[in-house]
């Protein structure tokens, strides 16, 4: 069964397209990155999700049912970020105790444990933590509620390195311990590259590339020789990415899927060939322009 | 997949107790504009005096009224506080949609209204206190509470209406802000414009202040404030509806 199912989706804010006509389908019991550009529309999908916000059009379900105004979706889902300001008037304890109160499969023994692996202090305020620190408190809060979907929105900004490494373990200790429907929303691919099982790419507010992270490493390819060589072979086919290198040799990105034929006119040609990570394809898919920024200075 | 799916009541409930618990600091500005207020009425409102041969009378008046104008202002303040965004967005944390959120924040206005007006009526018993040891006065009306104790419920529970109507009308002012923030300046433009406007006996600031504090029959009164607080109420809740979670 499908948690999320989004269809042709539109979010307009006052001056800019946030989503525009996003569609894709998120099942049970997996976890999704979602990774795009900043102001690719990461957040403003998540808030229509977690039922913040609603859509202007298209249709946007969890659970089967609209997220907006809707008391089920909102206590099976926990939606976790930056900008989470708890009461000032309770200290991390008494946050717990009135989470466990709400969400009906808290687990307390966990999110103790956790709040002592990190050493917080559970007699502290909120509002007294800092920035890495409110990201570790939130991010227990998100796994210790145990929601069937389970959203994190850019969970690690302000960690240090440590901390986030112990994030992602913990985080795929508890899916395995507990499996549900996770969104990781991020900017950096390769931090969360062995975790995730999906992979959804979005740019300008729609999806770009929605694909199991595995078939992501053979999705494109590299393509290194002399320019006009390399030009003349990839024909009029789409370069992803290209990048002049020295002595007049050139880098290009390019969809692998060549038949056999091209590719040994190509070796035949000196053709070289390399992968490409999947953090640099993101990065040259959601590129502005081919080029990169190397097109401003040249 | 085991989904939970819980009652509106529940819900509303497990909010107004969080509230009661998470809104503590609004209690201590209570307490902070109560004080301030039993200050300035220690003035007292006036005094006569009478003179003969040996003798001199003089008798000073002190109220506690400030002390319910400023707690009215208190609740009309922390209701436009539950609609701030911070306020608003943190029921987001936890389970909750517009619906239960408004329907708790009221639950937890009307509480805050009789616990208010409670406070407010018993300071009369703290001021004679005051007075009584460190005022230079020889006698003090001692009237306890328990020598008319029907008179202090029934003065706790028509304050506690009092601050409810200005919470609702804080609320629903609230509310309007947070949709457009141009209330801030109109609203207040309206309210001041409407008493210099063709004020006098027949304006509509005096007759909404005769409409709610010139009514002598109880009755009466608890109707005009019950469906006067109601009516607010469910415009905000309509207006909210809507409304959408930005940081």
Same mark, same amino acid.
């Given at each position: 069964?499908?948690?999320?199912?989004?269809?042709?989706?539109?979010?307009?804010?006052?001056?800019?397209?946030?989503?525009?006509?996003?569609?894709?389908?998120?099942?049970?019991?997996?976890?999704?990155g979602l990774v795009g550009r900043n102001g690719a529309g990461k957040?403003?999908?998540?808030?229509?999700?977690?039922?913040?916000?609603?859509?202007?059009?298209?249709?946007?379900?969890?659970?089967?049912e609209s997220p907006f105004n809707n008391l089920m979706a909102s206590?099976?889902?926990?939606?976790?970020?930056?900008?989470?300001?708890?009461?000032?008037?309770?200290?991390?304890?008494?946050?717990?105790?009135?989470?466990?109160?709400?969400?009906?499969?808290?687990?307390?023994?966990?999110?103790?444990?956790?709040?002592?692996?990190?050493?917080?202090?559970?007699?502290?305020?909120?509002?007294?933590?800092?920035?890495?620190?409110?990201?570790?408190?939130?991010?227990?809060?998100?796994?210790?509620?145990?929601?069937?979907?389970?959203?994190?929105?850019?969970?690690?900004?302000?960690?240090?390195?440590?901390?986030?490494?112990?994030?992602?373990?913990? @985080?795929? #200790?508890? %899916?395995?311990?507990?499996?549900?429907?996770?969104?990781? &929303? +991020?900017?950096? *691919?390769?931090?969360?590259?062995?975790?995730?099982?999906?992979?959804?790419?979005?740019?300008?507010?729609?999806?770009?590339?929605?694909?199991?992270?595995?078939?992501?490493?053979?999705?494109?390819?590299?393509?290194?020789?002399?320019?006009?060589?390399?030009?003349?072979?990839?024909?009029?086919?789409?370069?992803?990415?290209?990048?002049?290198?020295?002595?007049?040799?050139?880098?290009?990105?390019?969809?692998?899927?060549?038949?056999?034929?091209? @590719?040994? #006119?190509? %070796?035949?040609?000196?053709?070289?060939?390399?992968?490409? &990570? +999947?953090?640099? *394809?993101?990065?040259?898919?959601?590129?502005?322009?081919?080029?990169?920024?190397?097109?401003?200075?040249? | 997949?085991?989904?939970?799916?819980?009652?509106?009541?529940?819900?509303?409930?497990?909010?107004?107790?969080?509230?009661?618990?998470?809104?503590?600091?609004?209690?201590?500005?209570?307490?902070?504009?109560?004080?301030?207020?039993?200050?300035?009425?220690?003035?007292?409102?006036?005094?006569?005096?009478?003179?003969?041969?040996?003798?001199?009378?003089?008798?000073?008046?002190?109220?506690?009224?400030?002390?319910?104008?400023?707690?009215?202002?208190?609740?009309?303040?922390?209701?436009?506080?539950?609609?701030?965004?911070?306020?608003?967005?943190?029921?987001?944390?936890?389970?909750?949609?517009?619906?239960?959120?408004?329907?708790?924040?009221?639950?937890?206005?009307?509480?805050?209204?009789?616990?208010?007006?409670?406070?407010?009526?018993?300071?009369?018993?703290?001021?004679?206190?005051?007075?009584?040891?460190?005022?230079?006065?020889?006698?003090?009306?001692?009237?306890?509470?328990?020598?008319?104790?029907?008179?202090?419920?029934?003065?706790?529970?028509?304050?506690?209406?009092?601050?409810?109507?200005?919470?609702?009308?804080?609320?629903?002012?609230?509310?309007?802000?947070?949709?457009?923030?141009?209330?801030?300046?109109?609203?207040?433009?309206?309210?001041?414009?409407?008493?210099?406007?063709?004020?006098?006996?027949?304006?509509?600031?005096?007759?909404?202040?005769?409409?709610?504090?010139?009514?002598?029959?109880?009755?009466?009164?608890?109707?005009?404030?019950?469906?006067?607080?109601?009516?607010?109420?469910?415009?905000?809740?309509?207006?909210?509806?809507?409304?959408?979670?930005?940081?």
């Amino acid at each position: 069964m499908n948690v999320i199912e989004c269809k042709d989706v539109t979010k307009n804010y006052k001056r800019k397209k946030a989503l525009n006509s996003i569609s894709f389908q998120i099942e049970e019991n997996k976890i999704t990155g979602l990774v795009g550009r900043n102001g690719a529309g990461k957040t403003t999908l998540l808030k229509i999700i977690a039922g913040y916000m609603k859509e202007d059009s298209g249709e946007l379900q969890v659970f089967g049912e609209s997220p907006f105004n809707n008391l089920m979706a909102s206590a099976n889902t926990i939606f976790i970020h930056d900008q989470m300001e708890f009461s000032p008037a309770l200290n991390l304890k008494e946050i717990f105790e009135a989470a466990e109160n709400f969400y009906e499969k808290w687990d307390r023994e966990r999110s103790f444990r956790l709040l002592h692996y990190f050493s917080l202090d559970p007699k502290q305020y909120y509002k007294r933590l800092s920035k890495g620190m409110k990201s570790t408190f939130n991010m227990i809060f998100g796994l210790s509620a145990n929601c069937t979907l389970t959203i994190f929105d850019e969970p690690t900004t302000g960690m240090d390195a440590a901390v986030r490494k112990d994030f992602y373990r913990a @985080l795929l #200790k508890d %899916y395995l311990d507990n499996p549900r429907t996770i969104i990781l &929303s +991020s900017h950096h *691919l390769n931090e969360i590259e062995d975790l995730i099982e999906d992979l959804l790419l979005i740019k300008d507010g729609k999806e770009l590339l929605y694909m199991p992270i595995a078939d992501l490493k053979e999705w494109a390819i590299a393509v290194i020789g002399k320019s006009n060589v390399v030009n003349e072979w990839i024909g009029n086919k789409e370069m992803i990415h290209s990048k002049d290198m020295v002595q007049d040799q050139v880098y290009v990105v390019v969809r692998n899927d060549f038949s056999k034929v091209e @590719l040994e #006119k190509a %070796y035949k040609a000196g053709i070289k060939f390399s992968p490409v &990570s +999947s953090t640099d *394809l993101c990065v040259y898919l959601t590129s502005k322009t081919k080029g990169g920024i190397d097109d401003v200075f040249s | 997949m085991s989904l939970v799916n819980p009652s509106l009541i529940q819900i509303v409930k497990k909010q107004y107790v969080y509230k009661l618990r998470a809104y503590m600091d609004l209690y201590t500005r209570l307490v902070l504009s109560q004080i301030v207020a039993i200050l300035f009425s220690l003035n007292g409102l006036g005094m006569m005096g009478a003179r003969g041969g040996v003798f001199e009378v003089s008798v000073h008046f002190y109220s506690a009224d400030l002390v319910v104008i400023f707690s009215i202002l208190w609740a009309f303040i922390t209701a436009i506080l539950t609609t701030t965004k911070a306020i608003r967005n943190g029921d987001f944390l936890f389970v909750t949609n517009r619906v239960s959120s408004n329907l708790s924040n009221i639950l937890f206005l009307l509480t805050a209204s009789f616990i208010g007006a409670a406070t407010a009526m018993m300071s009369t018993y703290l001021m004679k206190v005051i007075i009584y040891y460190f005022m230079d006065h020889h006698y003090v009306d001692t009237q306890g509470p328990m020598e008319a104790p029907l008179e202090l419920l029934f003065g706790i529970f028509t304050t506690t209406l009092y601050l409810f109507l200005f919470c609702a009308l804080g609320y629903l002012i609230g509310v309007l802000v947070q949709l457009y923030k141009g209330f801030i300046f109109i609203l207040p433009a309206i309210f001041i414009g409407t008493i210099f406007l063709r004020e006098g006996n027949t304006g509509l600031v005096t007759s909404v202040f005769k409409f709610f504090f010139m009514e002598t029959s109880l009755p009466i009164f608890i109707t005009k404030v019950v469906i006067t607080s109601c009516l607010l109420f469910i415009c905000a809740m309509g207006l909210s509806n809507r409304m959408e979670v930005n940081q």
